[in-house]
């Protein structure tokens, strides 16, 4: 082959280079990952409900009077759907093709919401995110890790193996798992009641005045993280576990059942009440660093 | 320091239930946690109760028959021919009255797990070491029968999305095995509230876990 042919022969097949990928990535843009936008007027206390089986779910609150829904799909094969009923939104992602692969089905949602929206949020698999909105929450999933910023009202939290972390949260927390950690950060809840089987638990917040705080475990580590100037009566029980404990207590005036390794007493004047239980797993009650 | 305790309280649980709140159980109560922990429990039993009753129609006569029936042997209550037609009395009686079928599938074993920590986990501490092996022994067979029949009709169910199938199988696994160790603490300690609690719990937890399982099949999701 002569030199020029061979020359020829080369830049045949770098255009077909460029061109071929060039023209499938036209072909595929279509089907992929496309955007949509919706906005909503709402009155005061709105509702929006989200049921979003594969993605991640985004909620921050704004200041206007309006909800604003972006879906970002993975492909054509998932839909979002998203109505309003009076002052209610009502945000559902759904399978359009009967076989799709997983990652075809994925669709993410960034949600923006006014302050006191109350929200009701299924997520089988991805990840719930939610900042700023002071209305009462309902989380529910499966392996989706909850994340939870600047909230207050009454939350419930149901993961099967998710995640849950709530920093600077207030309100009251119900919160449930059979393998999720949990983590607490600077708490400013009146009421928290958090169970899980297998996850470790974290709690490093304020202990309120008057406030209940019931954290248990089947095992992991329950660590409970306090300040001189807390004020809260402890119960902590480890039936097959330890209980290893920093804080200076008062010896409870009360009879409680002995079973396992257990430690009752009064911190300071004990305005709190602090429950912590653990199957077999450990209970840290440490100093706030 | 008051001499009313738990005990005393525990025997007026019925009345307190029906709104009979003497001045020393609510003295009591605002003292002990414990106490005002089991109310709290049996409220949310009776709330979980009514909200079930909004939901749909009776539920298979057999299954209250049988609660009851088992709580009456375990001398919990007193053994009485269920008169699921006539008005309630007491306020237990008006929760198996109100209860129809529940809309989850299994939701109806974890009111006989309630009811089970509510009455056998907490009210007859005075009860010997082998009444309790033997409470214990009869709630959890039964549930436990129930429960492997649901787990056999969700076993082959397989969803769409893996990462859902893998995590809902796995914690599965895991409350199997938690169940199994606090049995055998149980079995060990018969007496320890606590490990009962956690028995009752982790089978609460199953009933949950097998019900979404089982709801999630039925709505091929």
Redesign the interface.
Known sequence: MSTLATLRSQYHWKTAGLLVPGLLLCSVAPASADRIERHFKVAAHPVVTIHN??GLVTVRAWTKPDVMVVVQRATSQVEVDAEQNGNRVDIQGR?VADT?A?DD?RADLEISVPQDTELQIHN??GGVTVSNVLGDMNVDT??AAVDLQDTAGYLTVKT??GAFQCLRCAGRVEVTS??GNFKFIDLHSVYVRA?T??GNILFNGSFMPNATYVLKN?SGAIEVRFSPGDSF?L?A?S??GKVNNEAKLEPS?????K??NALFGTFNSGRA?V?L?S??GTINILKRD | ?STY??NDFLKQLEAWMEGERSSVAQSHLR????CR?LVEDMGAIRQAALAWAAQESDPPARVWVSLRAQLAQEGLIRGEEPRLAKAPRGWLAAIFAGVPRPALAGAYLLALIAVSVAFTGRSARELNESRWMSGTQNSTGLLNAQLQTEQNSVSGMVE?????T???H??LA??DN?IA??EK?VRE?PE????RD?LY??YQ?KAS?LA?MTERGMNG?
Do not use: W
């Open positions: 089986p594969n399978q799709a997983p089905l089988d698999s499966i392996a099967v193996g059979i393998s169970q089987s297998e089947y009566d119960m029980t039936l097959k005036m009360h009879h409680h059942p079973f396992g009440r429950e239980n199957f077999d | 320091m305790a738990c003292d002990c946690a414990h922990g769409s999305n893996p990462v859902v893998a995590s809902l796995d914690n895991i409350v938690y160790l606090c603490s300690e320890s509230e606590i490990a956690y719990d982790a937890q876990l979404q999701r």
